[in-house]
């Protein structure tokens, strides 16, 4: 994914927020805890405005989706059956320098030219009570054997002690030798080492990384040993801020755990849970039992996940506590569907996906999803224009998964996912029926009777069908038996539901929307000096506060009573302020930098000191384009709310 150069821009909208009180680093008295945030007075109004504006467009608002609220520690069976226990892990390598840790395939490709090294010695060889400490320097430095091999060493030693120059004749040559081998191997590390260097930098750099990483492995002024040069291209395996070399990528697993219980042992292991959609699955049953819901249907969930990121990065991009806003709808595998409908619709550019239809398989609500992602971030303020999509290849996704897109958003620092759209196939499901050994079927009798009508031919081809698809996969082939169970169980109407699964993070969305939000606008005084003014200019519906009420002058009783009886009115409905400190310039530009979009100030036309025909009326002032016009105080309940909910 593209990368763009616009760290200054970040850097602003970071102290922005600090200053204003949207995103603050959490712990900061005591240094802050790499990976963690917390939402300020505006920011936890903005982040509760984009729950409810998803909570709303994704249950409220549709009939076919209910809610759920689950724990964030579950039975650790839980994520032992989903995979996560298993396979849910980022690579990672350190610097073997400074030990800094790296997401492998975050790293930065680096060109350029690697220096490389068989090992080292140290300058400091303990002292030689025969007085050959000369001699043993002389082996130290000059034997350049790629790996430690002591009988090469040995002979090397021996060859030298035998030189007419040599002065070891108070104790016999074996011991001698013996003596200075182990002398030589205490301060020699045979440790490959290599470090990057780009294009124009002296290898004097390189060899001041690799006198680092030898002195860091006990050695006193080592002297590199058996220097040689390549040429790497895009190489990943080296720290970008050093050149020095990374270690081999390690699968870390991202899961927190802890241990529920007060004898804290390994059978009281749990984990913080790194998604919510697991969380669905597991109480599927529950709802399915507690409600009227009939799939097609959906099970949302707004909730805390937890992910020990190797590399936190880009402000609350990347957390290691973050908020997620999952949906599983859940839907009939399309064989149903054909059983029902006769065929399963085709997706094209030209399919209407504008309501739901029976005879929907995957890929149409997959597309539907997609789709109605798209028209809630419109409605948000995030349009085509700062949207794009990736879509999975095949050869990329899981191997239970039909189709994956993430919805990406243009961040100053990249265009990056906010959210992931995935066609899961029944993996999840089934994988928790195994695993807990209930069963998480529906019964589904529209389907049991559109079989009911089928030849024992053409359920032999739907079998036959299925036994060919599943032979032809490239990974997950099921044994034969089991493709004939589950057609066996579909044509008697059970079938465990596929999922089609949006999730977005909630963090990212206020991260988006602050950044998109930010506008810098210049402004001349009276007196001519110019001055940069910040304007957050986020959708009415999302800003924090809907609208900020002023008297025009605080020493005015009439003025203040008005607008603290307006401020009280609008403050039962929408989030709204009282300000009255500082001059009305200065009262706007405060609001302009918190993102409200209407300011109403209350004048001595409001009195009717012009005349009665003013009497009881306002000032509403837009943000974003400054304007103003004269309302009725009445008026403006009725003015605002539907620009604001
Ligand atoms: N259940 C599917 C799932 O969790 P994901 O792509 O790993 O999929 C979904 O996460 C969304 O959660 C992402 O698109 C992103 O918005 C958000 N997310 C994931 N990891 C995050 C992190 N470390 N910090 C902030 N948001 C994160």
Known sequence: MSQTKEIPLMEKIVSLCKRRGFIFQSSEIYGGINGFWDYGPLGAELKRNLRDTWWRAMTRDREDVVGLDATIIMHPAIWKASGHVDTFSDPMADCLVTKKRFRADHVEPQSGTVYSYVGAVGEEVPVDSTGCK?????VAKHLEIPAMNVPDLATEVRTLLSHPDATHEVEPLDNAVARIVGSVLESWRDEKFSVLLPAGKPPESARKVAIQFYTSRGLKNPAL?????AKVENSRAFNPENGAQLTEPKPFNLMF????????SEDDRAYLRPETAQAIFAQFKNVVDSTRQKVPFGICQIGKAFRNEVTPRNFTFRSREFEQ????????????????????????ESADLSAPQPNWGWEMWHRYWVAQRTAYYAGIGLGA???DYFWQGKGDLAHYARACVDILFKFPFGTEELEGIAARGDFDLTAHQNACGKPLEVFDEEVKLAFAKWTPEQRAALVARKQNENSAKEKGVLPAEKIAEWCERLFKGFYVPHVIEPSAGLDRLALAVLTLAYTEIEKTDAKGNKETLTVMRFHPRIAPKKVAVFPLLKNKPELVAKARAIYDTLKKHVAADYDEGGSIGKRYARQDEAGTPFCVTVDFDTLGEKGPELLDTVTLRHRDDGS???VKISDLPGRLLPLVS
């Open 134 to 138: 000369a001699l043993l320097n002389h």
């Open 628 to 630: 103003q016009e004269r």
């Open 257 to 264: 755990h802890t241990f529920v219980g007060a004898t804290a």
């Open 325 to 348: 806003m999952e949906l599983e709808f859940f839907i009939k595998p399309d064989e149903a569907v054909e059983a029902v409908c006769g065929s399963v619709a085709q997706w094209s």
């Open 225 to 229: 040993l058996g220097e040689t040069t």
């Open 385 to 387: 224009d700062v949207l």
